[in-house]
């Protein structure tokens, strides 16, 4: 990220092992922490989150202008701005309900035949993930 740029904006970069999904300079990046959402706006105190499944959001002005599912990650915030690295990322407008919902169902499965603790932990994520999912692609309207 570049030191330089406008003071009033946050430089913000949200990058998933497929792509990376946003960069630029926006008003405020709202996270989904692992403690609870969090805003980030200009001159924000250095940070590191964890993320839990959510939607992150996007302002500029006062109107978000991008929601990002997200299944998981970090988040850090410093003295150059906010970067995300996402376990998962895609656009809400790019979830697939019906998918989601298959996914919850396979997840819930594997649960269930979970053979150790490691599988177990592994399985709940997974559920957890596809539960944030659908409730993500339901709220988009």
């Known amino acids: 990220m570049a030191d330089e740029g406008d003071p009033n904006k946050v430089r913000f970069e949200l990058v998933s092992p497929e792509r990376q999904l946003a960069s630029g ?4 990046v709202v996270c ?3 403690a609870g ?12 989150s964890l ?3 959510g939607v992150l959001e996007i302002w500029e002005g006062n ?13 850090e915030v410093n003295e150059k701005g ?10 809400v407008g790019e979830l697939d309900r019906e998918r989601a919902e298959r996914r919850l169902r396979d997840a819930r499965d594997d649960l269930s035949e979970a053979r150790d603790d490691l599988e177990r932990e592994r399985y709940e994520r997974e559920v957890a993930i596809a539960e944030a999912e659908i ?7």
Not at 67 to 73: A, D, M, N, P, T
């Open 51 to 53: 993320l839990r499944p």
């Open 25 to 28: 300079e926006v008003d405020m």
């Open 135 to 141: 409730e993500a692609a339901s709220a988009r309207g």
């Open 63 to 75: 109107a978000v202008t991008e929601r990002i599912f997200v299944g998981g990650g970090f988040a």
């Open 37 to 48: 959402d969090f805003g980030v706006l200009p001159q924000h105190s250095p940070l590191l």
């Open 32 to 34: 989904p922490g692992a």
């Open 82 to 91: 906010c970067i995300v690295l996402a376990e998962e990322a895609m656009p």
